[in-house]
């Protein structure tokens, strides 16, 4: 990922959520390997999720957004969104919102993994601000609806940023619908979707219905560069695309708007492995890569990568995820090793 934002500076704010359950620990061991770089960072520590709602009622509270703004950029962990908790809105869909971060990119590429598919390399680039998850739902005795929202203005911007990532890549965009059925919102994504890429004649454009779009993720990984989407079906092939290249732990994403980068594993709160020590620290490290990347920091961007993945081709030290027994902090340690080398 390289949408660089920011100009380079000689010391970054950063604000640092981490959330709840393994949100908590990875994201400290990203803050971990960024303070192993030579570059000079103020961590703003800030509360959000589910453990911050049970204390005060709110899982974003009021201060937080408005903080964040006085920072250039964010490290998220992950937060828990319990179903069980009634008219409960998931923290990191609220500040996707509230800081209009409206691009969601998941990079999915091959690393050297027990089980990863080999050359894979694209990018998921999921509208992150409305579609189904609008958050308009009610529900009469007997049923209950979801409203799709899909707009002209949205559409195109994601639809714009998707296209300039792809002309910093392989200049190849898939646009991913089900207009064939969902005729107006759909319909009108694509036709959003086809007007800009006229606008870039030298990207090739493909067009898939979501669910030919997900097989072919399994059987042709390889031949996606681009992929763009509406927000549902981003976030379903995204976690399939990671299932690819060795699973969640391994998944950095990135939630971009005109001012703001946030940056995060694409994986959960994980509470069936919280607490144990055993979380894969990968995925938030390499969010953190990311997030040099938006900042324009390309060489650091470049070493953490490298030093991710010497640690993975090395195999001495993987999170039981990737087969091996390590605990987080002895592959972040590994990792901060490499980087040291280089
Ligand atoms: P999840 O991503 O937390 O976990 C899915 C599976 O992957 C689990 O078996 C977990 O142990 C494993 N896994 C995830 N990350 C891993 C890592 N770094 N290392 C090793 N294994 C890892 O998804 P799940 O279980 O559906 O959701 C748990 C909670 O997280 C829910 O409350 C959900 O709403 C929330 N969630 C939050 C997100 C966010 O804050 N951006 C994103 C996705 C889910
Ligand atoms: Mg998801």
């Known amino acids: ?6 100009e380079v500076m000689d010391m970054y704010e950063i604000a640092v959520i981490p ?26 520590f800030m509360k ?24 250039q950029a964010c490290l998220f962990g992950a937060t828990t969104t319990p179903v069980s908790v009634p008219n409960y ?63 002209r203005r949205a559409s195109e911007r994601i639809a714009r940023f998707a296209f300039n990532l792809a002309m910093r890549r392989r200049k190849k965009v898939t ?8 005729r107006k919102t759909c319909g009108l994504f694509r036709e959003v979707s086809l007007l800009v890429a006229k606008d870039y004649p030298e990207v090739e454009v493909n067009e898939l219905f979501v669910d030919v779009a997900a097989m072919n993720l399994v059987l042709k990984p390889q031949t996606f560069d681009v992929i763009l989407t509406s927000n549902l079906f981003g976030d379903i092939l995204s976690d399939e695309a ?23 594993p694409v994986h959960g709160s994980a509470p069936d492995i919280a607490g144990k020590g055993i979380a894969n620290p990968i995925a938030a490290i390499l969010a953190a890569k990311m997030m ?13 990568e490298n030093a991710v993945v010497t640690v993975l081709k090395k195999g001495k030290h993987l999170t039981p995820d990737l087969g091996g027994s390590s605990t987080t902090s002895e592959v972040t340690e590994a990792i901060i090793a490499e980087l040291e080398k280089s």
Do not use: H
């Open 175 to 182: 646009i991913v619908t089900k207009a064939n059925v969902m």
């Open 1 to 6: 990922m390289d949408n660089i934002i920011c």
């Open 242 to 264: 990671a299932g690819l290249i060795g699973g969640l732990g391994l998944a950095p994403s990135g939630n971009i708007g005109d001012n703001y980068g946030l940056f995060e």
């Open 48 to 71: 959000v999720g589910y453990e911050v709602f049970k204390k005060v009622g709110a899982p974003v509270p009021e201060n937080v957004v408005s903080e964040m703004k006085d920072t």
């Open 89 to 151: 809105r998931s923290a990191i869909v609220t500040l996707r919102r509230a800081l209009d971060l409206y691009a969601n990119v998941r990079p999915v590429k091959s690393y050297p993994v027990r089980g990863c598919v080999r050359d894979v390399d694209l990018a998921i680039v999921r509208e992150n601000t409305e579609g189904l998850y609008s958050g308009v739902e009610f529900e009469t005795e007997d049923s209950a609806f979801a409203v799709r929202v899909i707009t």
């Open 292 to 304: 040099l990347d938006y900042l324009g920091e390309d060489k650091w961007a470049e070493q953490v």
């Open 19 to 44: 959330g709840d359950g393994i949100g908590k620990t990875v994201t400290s061991e990203a803050v971990r390997v960024l303070k192993n770089t030579d570059l000079k960072f103020e961590f703003q």
